[in-house]
């Protein structure tokens, strides 16, 4: 079965920073593309972050772009959301997911496919 589980999140003070963590087990690590997705309170779930399935390429949403840089480790299954210069606008619940089969266009990550994690939160205040 395909676990996703994670973790880091947390309530920090604008401007701050968190390091979130997605540790997966149950698949292939390296041929799946990773993504971040966040639910703010009260609306839907939106497009972070994606990595490809060789870490070669990135896609950033363009409300993150300059403070968050997603990277993977393959050596330990896990995909990682490198938060800095967070803002109250960031406060979401944070998901991890992964996919097969494609690429760094938006198109590829507007549905809700593939396999997901359970939410980490993240607060932040002003």
């Known amino acids: 079965q395909v676990q996703l589980v994670e973790s880091g999140g947390g309530l920090v003070q604008a401007g701050e920073s968190l390091r979130l963590s997605c540790s997966t087990s149950?698949?292939?690590?390296?041929?799946?593309?990773m993504g971040w997705f966040r639910r703010p309170p009260g609306k839907e779930r939106e497009f972070v972050a994606a990595?490809?399935?060789?870490?070669?390429?990135?896609l950033l949403t363009d409300s993150v772009k300059g403070r968050f840089t997603i990277f993977r480790d393959d050596t330990k299954n896990t995909m990682f959301l490198q938060m800095n210069n967070l803002k109250p606008e960031d406060t979401a619940v944070y998901f991890c997911?992964?996919?097969?089969?494609?690429?760094?266009?938006?198109?590829?990550?507007?549905?809700?496919?593939?396999?997901w994690g359970q939410g980490t939160q993240v607060t932040v205040s002003s």
């Open positions: 990595i490809s399935h060789s870490g070669g390429s990135t």
């Open positions: 149950g698949l292939t690590f390296s041929a799946n593309a």
């Open positions: 997911n992964a996919r097969s089969g494609v690429t760094m266009d938006i198109l590829d990550w507007l549905g809700p496919f593939g396999s």
